[in-house]
């Protein structure tokens, strides 16, 4: 099935810094969401856009939903360890019964 | 609110066994499931939907008399795998959708559960 591109596929960085890691599509959709998953657990949501453009915060998190629809990019200020994981993408369309395309993943470490 | 669990959270299974797995909407209903399978260092990849009532529909290439699903009530749904082979070992996730307040379901949520993990000998 389709999948997401998600860049870089790995980093590392060191705690306090700024990331930023993004998503890429060859097709458009309707919705973005940025998921965080644990090793040997489930993706827990993070952020959710909706609207071409858009730019959404959830503490220390920034998204943007991308102007053509086909990209996204999200953006942590200020890691800390807790921030270590793998950081998915995933889009979806109207009346495709909410089914998800998930991104390839960002696997994040941060050291102290 | 909005949590969905899994059970178990792992099983170690001989070649040829039949397993189940339950996926459960603790705190809401759900008319529809889905179900990902996600193998190591890789994304997940949507294998079905489950609606609840009714028959699930599969992604192409998963085999659905291999993977049985059952969305008998709102707030269960079970996928089985039958004769399980040694390249079915993988990490099983669920999620349960929450629609959104506007139509369309384009302010859906889902919500995953923990997972799954089955190993094959």
């Known amino acids: 099935g389709q999948q997401l591109n998600q860049s870089p596929q790995s980093m590392f960085i060191q705690e306090g810094e700024d990331v930023s890691m993004n998503c890429t599509s060859s097709s458009i959709f309707n919705t973005w969401l940025w998921y965080k998953q644990d090793p040997g657990e489930g993706p827990v949501l993070l952020i959710a856009?909706?609207?071409?453009?858009e730019l959404t915060s959830n503490g220390r998190l920034t998204a943007q939903f991308g102007i053509t629809r086909k990209d996204s990019f999200l953006n942590i200020s200020a890691s800390i360890p807790s921030d270590v994981g793998i950081y998915f993408c995933a889009g979806r369309n109207t009346g495709t019964a909410s089914k998800l395309t998930f991104g390839t993943g960002t696997r994040l470490q941060v050291t102290l | 609110g909005a949590v969905v669990s899994q059970h178990p959270s792992w099983v170690i299974c001989k070649s040829g066994t039949s397993v189940k797995i339950e996926c459960r909407s603790l705190d809401f209903q759900a008319t529809t499931m889905f179900w990902y399978r996600q193998f190591p260092k890789q994304s997940l990849m949507l294998m079905a939907t489950?609606?609840?009532?009714?028959?699930?529909?599969?992604e192409q290439g998963v085999e659905k008399d291999k993977f049985l699903i059952n969305h008998a009530s709102l707030t269960l749904s079970t996928l089985t795998v039958t004769s399980a082979h040694p390249e079915d070992s993988s990490f099983y996730i669920c999620s349960a959708r929450v629609q959104g307040l506007a139509g369309g379901g384009g302010t859906d949520t889902q919500y995953f559960g923990p997972g799954t993990r089955l190993t094959v000998l």
């Open positions: 489950s609606n609840e009532g009714s028959k699930a529909t599969y």
């Open positions: 856009l909706y609207k071409a453009g």
